[in-house]
């Protein structure tokens, strides 16, 4: 998995001989291997996902250790706990995201859902407006923009699912379903969706998270029955907007 901060820095899981690790590359610096305050690298038996603040604090997921790992500025590697000092085990975490509103976790586990521990406060499990969790069977990937608006791809039922704060799960459509790895802008107004199978596919969302258009520019990707911003999706791409 792969973090960038909003300067340019990246950041990426590697996997070594006794665990993954984090490495880092700043704008115009080469790449060097991240240790915290102890000088402890954070082994990590399967590391999973890795997202990253623009100070450059960092969360891991470990599947095999069933938990997630903070490293805060100047500190040392923990659990991600919450104001009461828990570090909610979760039951198959798979991706982290971290947003203004917050720090979100899929899990898959028995009732795969994404938690969120905001400004952090205790843990809770997402729901929209309806009071549903999203039936998010296997997910694979979780984003969400500055305004809390999230996104998370799921291997089953369906292909990649969004909730904007005081609405409900909407569906995104993708060419080749779920089971992918995800990419956000900050504005939340493209997604990057990509699958081992099928590449990356752009998709626009709009600046209203419950509009069923994509509203992109001539070229960008789509998918028929959607709006780009000439009102026409042909052959899976925006046609070109013309001047009336």
């Known amino acids: 998995d792969m973090a960038v901060r909003l300067d340019g820095g990246v950041y990426v899981l590697q996997e070594g001989p006794f665990g993954a690790f984090v490495r880092r590359m700043l704008p115009d610096q080469g790449w060097v291997q991240v240790f915290d305050a102890d000088a402890d690298p954070g082994s990590f038996v399967e590391a999973s996902s890795i997202d990253v603040a623009n100070d450059g604090s960092m969360w891991v997921v470990d599947r095999a250790g069933m938990a997630v790992y903070e490293l805060l500025v100047g500190g040392v590697w923990d659990l991600a706990r919450d104001s009461n000092g828990s570090e909610l085990m979760f039951i198959q975490p798979v991706a982290v995201a971290h947003a203004p509103q917050g720090l979100y976790v899929a899990a ?137």
């Open 108 to 244: 898959e586990g028995i009732q795969p859902r994404i938690h969120r521990r905001p400004g952090g406060d205790k843990w809770k499990v997402v729901k929209d407006l309806s009071g549903s969790d999203g039936d998010l069977s296997q997910p694979t990937d979780i984003r969400v923009d500055t305004t809390g608006r999230l996104v998370v791809s799921v291997d089953g039922g369906y292909g990649v699912r969004r909730l904007a704060p005081g609405h409900d799960w909407a569906d995104v459509q993708t060419v080749w379903g779920g089971g992918g790895w995800l990419g956000l802008s900050p504005d939340g107004d493209v997604l990057y969706a990509g699958h081992l199978s099928g590449g990356v596919q752009r998709i626009g969302l709009g600046t209203d998270a419950t509009a069923p258009g994509c509203l992109l520019s001539a070229g960008g990707a789509c998918v028929e029955g959607e709006q780009c911003g000439s009102d026409s999706c042909a052959m899976g791409q925006c046609e070109e907007i013309t001047e009336p």
